[in-house]
């Protein structure tokens, strides 16, 4: 079990340009990303391409890229984590419905008997496009509807290592 003490402080000093302190922070949190995005891909479709560890690796990869990002705590780190793996499935999901790749053009079966409903990849869509609508209108309350509906939420209820402080 990790100690939230340990990891605000590695947070602290990777955000001082310690590498080391990066090293040493990620077997601390890789298990708590694992969760985040096991979460959210069970939303998914069950043809989703991605997988959870490369979810984590994407993730990962777009969380040592905020070089300058001052990081205040664990809570932070895990909200915006989460943030990321909704952005990557969004991203995913629109590189999907491009139209070099059939666009919105709908799966078609050969059996009659098979009823085609609409793709999660499509409410992925919406439910991006209306959490920035309401940004627009409201920052703090689309953060609050996204930690709801987001992996970081499911944590919280989790227990375990929990991104949010007790």
């Known amino acids: 079990m990790c100690a939230p003490a340990d990891i605000t402080q590695l ?6 340009g310690n590498k080391e302190a990066l090293d040493r ?7 708590e990303l694992r969760r985040v995005a096991r ?9 989703h391409t991605l997988q959870t560890t490369a979810l984590v690796n994407e993730a990962y990869l777009r969380l040592v890229r905020h070089e300058q990002m001052r990081w205040e705590n664990r809570a932070q780190f895990f909200a915006i984590a989460a ?3 909704r952005r990557i ?7 999907k419905h491009r139209d070099k790749r059939g666009g919105g053009a709908k799966k078609v079966s ?4 098979l009823a085609i409903g609409p793709g ?3 409410g992925m869509i919406a439910l991006d496009e209306a959490l920035n609508a309401l940004a627009q ?16 939420s499911q944590l919280k209820r989790s227990g375990a290592c929990s991104a949010f402080p007790r």
């Not at 947070?11 to 001082?16: D, Y």
């Not at 922070?25 to 298990?31: A, E, G, K, S």
């Not at 979460?39 to 043809?47: D, G, H, M, W």
């Not at 050969?110 to 008997?113: A, E, F, K, P």
């Open 137 to 152: 209108v409201d920052r703090r309350k689309s953060d609050v509807v996204e930690m709801k509906f987001s992996a970081a």
């Open 25 to 31: 922070l990620m077997p601390l949190v890789y298990d």
């Open 120 to 122: 999660q990849d499509a």
């Open 39 to 47: 979460r959210s891909l069970v939303a998914e479709s069950s043809e």
């Open 83 to 85: 943030r990321l793996v």
């Open 110 to 113: 050969l059996d009659d008997q």
């Open 11 to 16: 947070l602290a000093e990777w955000s001082e």
């Open 89 to 95: 499935l969004v991203d995913h999901a629109r590189t």
